[in-house]
């Protein structure tokens, strides 16, 4: 079974410019997640969808942070303008299910944006 | 290869030793806890999870143990190899509205020597 794709895996950008990652989640997998890991801490969620639906992005900085899941597939989180503190390790996680109990969740390899 | 973190609580054993790595959770209500092991450039592996009703749970080689009096979770990992060598982060779930919601501790990095 193939796990969840990221892409870019790496990117270097410069404060005030704008950036987009991708995520592809296992096949058939209802829920998307995206977190944000700073060097040293653990993952903090920043948004959930279900299926194409946004569940919760309580956390989620919506004045530069905005993420789709079109087609309740593939996901992007983008990132205009980005600050310094954005530079982090963005995680996508899918699992079967969301409602109704908790399901395992899978992670994909991150994408590592460093903001200079 | 990338380092997941440069500032966490590290546990550093003997090939062969059993390790036990410490975790305090946040919410009394909590009803599901994972432990999850990351290594450099990856992301989180599952590796054992525990429901609210249970104190303890074990897998091959793992045991997770819950005290809830205390809000208090411990890993167990039983005769470490040196693939064990990775961070480990403990999460609870947060019941909310029937979705799934995992907040993640701080992680402990685990070395082990040969």
């Known amino acids: 079974e193939a796990g969840v794709a990221q892409s870019p895996r790496y990117k270097i950008i410069e404060k005030r410019q704008s950036v987009a990652f991708w995520c592809n989640p296992i096949s058939g997998h209802a829920t998307l997640y995206w977190y944000q890991q700073i060097l040293g801490q653990g993952p903090k969620l920043l948004i959930q969808?279900?299926?194409?639906?946004?569940?919760?992005d309580s956390q989620l900085p919506k004045d530069r942070f905005s993420a789709e899941r079109l087609k309740g597939v593939d996901s992007t989180l983008k990132i205009q303008p980005a600050k310094l503190e954005d530079s982090a390790v963005y995680l996508c996680?899918?699992?079967?299910?969301?409602?109704?109990?908790?399901?395992?969740?899978?992670f994909g390899p991150g994408t590592r944006l460093t903001v200079l | 290869g990338e380092s997941v973190g440069l500032h966490l609580p590290t546990l550093s054993v003997q090939e062969g030793d059993n390790s036990i790595i410490n975790c305090a959770y946040s919410n009394s209500a909590s009803d599901y806890f994972i432990w999850y092991k990351q290594e450099s450039g990856k992301g989180p592996q599952f590796i054992i999870d525990?429901?609210?009703?249970?104190d303890k749970r074990q897998g091959q080689r793992v045991t997770v143990l819950l005290n809830k009096t205390v809000k208090h979770l411990s890993l167990q990992i039983a005769a470490t190899q040196p693939g064990d060598s990775a961070v480990y982060f403990c999460a609870e779930n947060i019941p909310w509205t029937g979705f799934q919601k995992l907040v993640f501790g701080t992680g402990t990095r685990l070395l082990v020597s040969p």
């Open positions: 996680a899918s699992s079967l299910k969301s409602f109704g109990g908790v399901d395992e969740q899978f």
């Open positions: 969808f279900q299926n194409n639906g946004v569940v919760d």
């Open positions: 525990i429901r609210s009703n249970m």
